[in-house]
């Protein structure tokens, strides 16, 4: 059963920092690409990072050098650090897993539930 759960988002101010994560099931982790999503009011989904079983890791132009993602294998969790908040980002965020090595949403099959991050100016 792919089970995806997200967890660490809130409220912070502008210039904060949270580390969202995503524990998921170990055949999920194991067999599919895996990436961090943000999806904002009135906004489609974005994708702002994905990493590859082998290490391999892509970010969202938007978003390079603040948010870095990462995996505990030991633990089957999915992080994604986020440093320098501004209320731009602003957004529910999901981890999703997928078969593709890409940030575009519609290539991933299953999806967390959402964490909200709100960042206030």
């Known amino acids: 059963q792919v089970q995806l759960v997200e967890s660490g988002g809130g409220s912070v101010q502008a210039g904060g920092s949270l580390r969202l994560s995503c524990v998921v099931s170990?055949?999920?982790?194991?067999?599919?690409?895996m990436g961090w999503f943000r999806e904002a009011p009135g906004k489609e989904r974005e994708g702002v990072a994905a990493?590859?079983?082998?290490?391999?890791?892509r970010y969202a132009d938007s978003v390079k050098g603040r948010f870095t993602i990462s995996k505990d294998n030991a633990k089957n969790t999915l992080y994604l650090q986020i440093n320098s908040l501004k209320p731009e980002d602003t957004a529910t965020y999901y981890c999703?897993?997928?078969?593709?090595?890409?940030?575009?949403?519609?290539?991933?099959?299953?999806w967390g539930q959402g964490t909200q991050v709100t960042v206030s100016s």
């Open positions: 999703a897993a997928g078969n593709y090595f890409s940030l575009s949403f519609g290539l991933y099959v299953y």
């Open positions: 170990e055949y999920t982790y194991s067999r599919y690409y």
């Open positions: 990493i590859a079983s082998d290490g391999r890791i």
